[in-house]
């Protein structure tokens, strides 16, 4: 039975569920070939990515861990301004291991940039990111992203772990946030709660 939702937040679906699926299998199998007799470890973002992590760990076929992060960064509703707090640390060292940071979504690519640097000092044998969702209009530092799901405009998304604020993590699929809809900009919550 499909389910019924009537809250008129939800605006377009940008990523079906169906797409979603087959885009992190594929995802998950081009990382086990990637990642073949190494140390992998997987570092979530806490609290959207999630959702895509556990679905994208149970697609990898070579021995690897998972471990979290929570961060939040400062700024304004709109911006992120780079500056970024950590609200929980790793639980483990992460020196000469193979890690992959997995997000929910690059957006002008700071928070992120903080996260390689911080975790990029702490010696680990390989850095990249694997993320479901980025917004190649709203970059503003050039990242290496190794592995990418889906690119989507310049809209604000909510769903499959994306929050406004802190709602609709759960939809099975990725869509617009209604009230963003034929504004042409985003219109996101306060960022402080990811
Ligand atoms: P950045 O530092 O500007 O790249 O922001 C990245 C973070 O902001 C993501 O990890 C999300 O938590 C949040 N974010 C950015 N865009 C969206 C969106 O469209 N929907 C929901 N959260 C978003
Ligand atoms: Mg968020």
């Known amino acids: 039975m499909p389910r019924v939702l009537r809250d008129t937040d939800i605006g377009e679906i940008l990523v079906q569920a169906d797409d979603l699926q087959h885009r992190v ?3 998950g199998a081009q990382i086990s070939t990637d990642y073949a007799d190494r140390d992998l470890l997987l570092i979530g973002v806490l609290k959207g990515a999630v959702f895509f992590l556990a679905d994208l760990m149970r697609e990898i076929e070579v021995p690897c861990e ?3 992060m929570a961060v939040a960064s400062y700024g304004s509703a709109t911006e992120s301004s780079g500056v970024v707090r950590i609200l929980k640390d790793l639980d483990t060292p992460i020196e000469g291991r193979d890690v992959l940071i997995v997000e929910d979504i690059v957006d002008s690519g700071l928070t992120l940039q903080y996260l390689m640097r911080n975790l ?9 990111v694997c993320a479901l969702l980025t917004k190649p209009s709203r970059r503003k530092v050039e990242l290496p992203i190794r592995f990418t799901g ?13 929050d406004h604020a802190e709602r609709y993590r759960n939809l099975p ?5 209604a009230l963003d809809e034929g504004t042409g900009t985003a219109d996101p919550p306060a960022r402080e709660s990811r």
Do not use: H, K, Q
Not at 120 to 128: Q, V
Not at 151 to 160: L, Q, T, V
């Open 173 to 177: 699929y990725v869509a617009a946030l």
């Open 66 to 68: 998972v471990d979290f």
């Open 150 to 162: 889906f690119e989507i405009p310049d809209r604000f998304a909510i769903g499959y772990g994306l």
């Open 120 to 128: 990029g000092a702490r010696n680990p044998a390989s850095l990249e």
């Open 25 to 27: 299998r594929e995802l």
